[in-house]
DNA sequence: CCCTGATTCGC
DNA sequence: GCGAATCAGG
């Protein structure tokens, strides 16, 4: 598409409010941001100050530091965490049969609240998946029994991490891909 | 990996 | 003049 007059003054108006080249492309439509690049240097534009619309659009400052994130869940910067740990005497063993959760009280995506366990159960891909739902331990994403499980002793750990992990990942996919889209 | 603008150069 | 490819950087 060519630069016709209203899309040149467009693009003025977008670059001197501080967009983006990308930002403009988009608003522009049928460009790439580098044409929205090479024409702002063809015009002379390039160079632009710092305006305050672009001060706006700095990343925000992150809520909490990755450090912050990590010490929620660790047995050192939890409360519940170093609680449920200290108390737990003998390492989980695998039940033979897992909990199964009355149809009823089943939670997916859109119904899970705030107090539900976020266990995985069952395949991400069926529709049957759910999350466990009952409550959780405060300061926890899992009720008692999946804190349990999901918070060992480093021995015990291991040998859980193979059955544990595969419906985990592939819950987090779809968790993920519903709040991206 | 996401993103930013800058530059080059064949079209 | 145009913009894809590439570069350099956050």
Redesign the pocket.
Same mark, same amino acid.
């Given at each position: 598409? $060519?630069?016709t007059d209203e899309r040149v003054e467009l693009l003025k108006k977008l670059w001197g409010e501080g967009?983006? $080249?990308?930002?403009i492309a988009g608003r522009l439509g049928s /460009?790439? &941001?580098? $044409?929205v690049? #090479?024409? /702002?240097? &063809?015009l002379g534009l390039? #160079?632009r100050a710092t305006t305050s619309r672009m001060k706006s659009h700095r990343p925000r400052p992150r809520m909490a530091s990755k450090r912050m994130a990590k010490a929620r869940f660790s047995a050192t910067g939890n409360p519940a965490f170093r609680a449920l740990y200290q108390e737990q005497q003998e390492p989980y063993m695998p039940a033979v049969e897992e909990i199964v959760i009355p149809l009823a009280e089943r939670k997916t995506i859109p119904t899970l609240l705030e107090c539900s366990c976020r266990w995985p159960i069952g395949d991400p891909q069926m529709a049957d998946f759910h999350f466990c739902g009952k409550d959780k331990v405060p300061g926890l994403p899992y009720c008692e029994f999946h804190a349990r499980r999901a918070f060992q002793p480093p021995q015990a750990r291991r040998r859980e991490r193979e059955v544990v992990e595969p419906a985990m990942g592939g819950a987090l996919d779809v968790i993920q891909r519903k709040e991206t889209a």
């Open positions: 598409m $060519a630069w967009l983006s $080249a990308s930002q /460009v790439t &941001r580098n $044409a690049i #090479g024409k /702002v240097h &063809r390039s #160079g």
